[in-house]
């Protein structure tokens, strides 16, 4: 959690938005890559469903939405 607070330090509100967007839309890609492995269908359902919330959640911060 240090490691993850310490890429924030210093940056400014904008800078912060962008880097958070920037990670969201990285797990959206940690998400998908797990989902194409996954075999259950009721499981990589729901990680396609968590990437969505991901690039969801960059939209907001990239306001897009």
């Not at 509100?13 to 194409?36: D, F, I, M, P």
């Not at 990589?44 to 690039?55: G, M, R, T, V, W």
Request: net charge negative.
């Amino acid at each position: 959690m240090q490691k993850m607070a310490a890429l924030f330090a210093g940056l400014s509100r904008e800078e912060t938005k962008q880097l958070l967007a920037a990670l969201e839309r990285s797990g959206a890609a940690v998400y998908h890559s797990l989902a194409e492995d996954e075999q259950d269908p009721g499981a990589k359902a729901a990680l396609l469903q968590a990437a969505d919330k991901e690039i969801q959640n960059a939209e907001v911060l990239e306001g897009q939405v």
